[in-house]
């Protein structure tokens, strides 16, 4: 089980492993990259927007930056500043390059940068597996590979336009360069890889390189002088190439901005310094087991199997005589595992908690839920007759194992497909807009407002708006159209009006509903209306419908059915059965 690393020495290059028959569990990487990139592909093209940052923090500056308009929130006021701009500057580069392609749309791009996320993730997710199946085992790759696949978490996480996601296809870089021994150490490589992804996407996710330095410090501290100053000076290395691409963060986001800005430095001071009544913890707060809630909803068994990694790794070590051997393999498979519980631990004690802040660790989880299952599988293989296991008969073990696994799978799937069948509304109902020839005008959210996927589904020049709701706190504004200054973006560096980092409401965000020429809305049967929330689907006399799509009723519906998806077939009772609304597109009707 542990790493193949007993012909390793720290700061020495590997010496050339010996070439062995292939395994039952043997997948090649080109293999795994193609089973990879087709799930996430499938994300890329069905997974609903499940967090509205990604649509206001990053879709609609992306949209600015090339088309011209676009909502803009207060993080990207030049007066606090806590977005990166070369973030958003590298995907509104390949929303660009699909322009320059035949049959170009504002949708097409919207799917094309997802293809490119869900492209990056795959190769980002092989190369993690190579490393894992070269250094570990054929057989934890493959968990692996069945982990990542498998999971709501990933279905999420793989294409979404988040520094979160950005984060974590780094994580997985760098987490490849860092268990790779094979040709020499990768220190320099590897820190690059967690500054790339701390400083373009989410500076917190440099956390989850602690383990493997601490690895590096601690081989250096037993090795030779020269070993020491060999370790010295690849960490130096690795620490300028993150200064590199911090001077990059600087001037491109600087340049945006219109001044001296380190846009980490200010998310990790909004995040962990601000004053009461400024911080994150304004937008909500969740209990200490949120994470683990959540967890277990979208990875099942990997979650379990992933806490029980080092317990099972513990007993193993301490009952079995051949897993004592090697202490150097024994310690590299705790410093694997570690990154997981670290950051399960430091996230489920901060008050604000969101889905998203997990997925920098996805993989560790995946990693460790392997290991554990290729522990236990270990264990439960066991012949000798004198066991209890080993009285087991093979045949039953197997079908163990295979009613654990495919029930895990099936689960997953399950939620997947639920999730999509009953959010994915608001990515359907905007198609009709670009047959009916509309330019320039104006489609509205009231209570809606955090449900709108991008400016990219809409028409040219077609703006959104929003009309007044029960909701009471800060919506986006919209970037300045103004010409200054060089010309072109002056949005960027113009401070917006009504901007503040309270989330105090701000009346100038809102128009009047006469003005609106769309609308959207969700109709819930059993819902109430009041005077800023009227049924508008039901108000034939001034609204007709566009397009409808079914929307799932949360309220209404079993626990069960909010989690997976559950037929509506005559079989299932129904309370069991999930309860629809309608998420539409509204068109003011001609005025008599």
Known sequence: MPPKAANMRPGKP??????????????KPIGAFYVFFIANLLAALYAPIQDCDETFNYWEPTHYLSHGYGL????????????????????????SFRRLLPFSTKIGEFYFIRYVLAFGCAISQTILFRVVNNTLNPRIALF??????????????????????????????????????RGGLKTAPG??????????????????????????IIFASLSSKDAFIETIMRLVRGFVSGLIILLFEFV?????????????????????????????????????????????????????????ALPLFTLQKLLSK????????????????????????????????????????????????????????????????????????????????????????????????????????????????????????????????YRFPSSYHLPKDMRAKFVKSEFSGLLPGEFSEAKTGFGHWSGAWLVPPGMNDQNIEDMGKYTDIRACDFLVDTYYP????????????????????VSCAPFLDASSTHILGRIIWVPDWPIIPEKYRRQWGEHCLLKKKATK
């Open 72 to 95: 803009q929130t207060w993080e990207y006021s030049p007066e606090y500043a806590i977005r990166s701009w070369l973030y958003i500057i590298l995907h509104a580069l390949v929303g």
């Open 14 to 27: 590997a010496m050339a492993p010996k070439k062995k028959p292939a395994t039952p569990f043997a997948v």
């Open 252 to 308: 491109i986001s600087g340049f945006f901005y219109k001044s001296l800005v380190l846009v980490p430095f200010n998310i990790v001071w909004y995040n962990i310094f601000s004053q009461p009544g400024k911080g994150p913890e304004i937008y909500g707060t969740e209990p200490w087991h949120f994470y683990i809630r959540n967890l277990l909803l979208n990875f099942n068994i990997w979650f379990v199997l992933a806490c029980a």
């Open 322 to 449: 051949s897993a004592q051997a090697n202490t150097v393999t024994g310690l590299r498979s705790v410093i694997f595992m570690t990154p997981f519980y670290m950051w399960l631990a430091i996230f489920s004690f901060q008050p604000h908690k969101e889905e998203r802040f997990m997925y920098p660790a996805y993989p560790c989880l995946a990693l460790n839920g392997a290991m554990s299952l290729h522990i236990i599988l270990a264990a439960f293989g066991q012949s000798d007759p004198k066991t209890l296991v080993g009285k087991i008969p093979a045949k039953l073990k197997l079908l163990i194992v295979s009613f654990v696994m495919i029930g895990s799978i099936d689960l997953g799937v399950a939620r997947i497909y639920g999730i999509y069948s009953a959010y994915s509304a608001p990515l359907k109902i905007y198609k009709p807009l670009e047959t009916l020839g509309v330019y320039g005008e104006s489609v509205c959210f009231g209570k809606e407002w």
């Open 191 to 216: 820190i690059f890889c967690f500054a790339l992804g701390g400083i373009l996407g989410w500076p917190f996710a440099m956390a989850l390189s602690a383990p493997f330095l601490f690895e590096e």
């Open 144 to 181: 692996f590979l069945m982990a990542m696949v498998f999971s709501p978490g990933m279905f999420h996480a793989s294409a979404s336009f988040l520094p979160s996601s950005f984060a974590m296809y780094t994580t997985m870089l760098g987490m490849a360069q860092f268990m790779n021994w």
């Open 526 to 545: 059993d819902s109430s209306s009041s005077e800023l929330e009227p049924h508008y689907i039901k108000d034939t006399e001034h609204w007709e419908e």
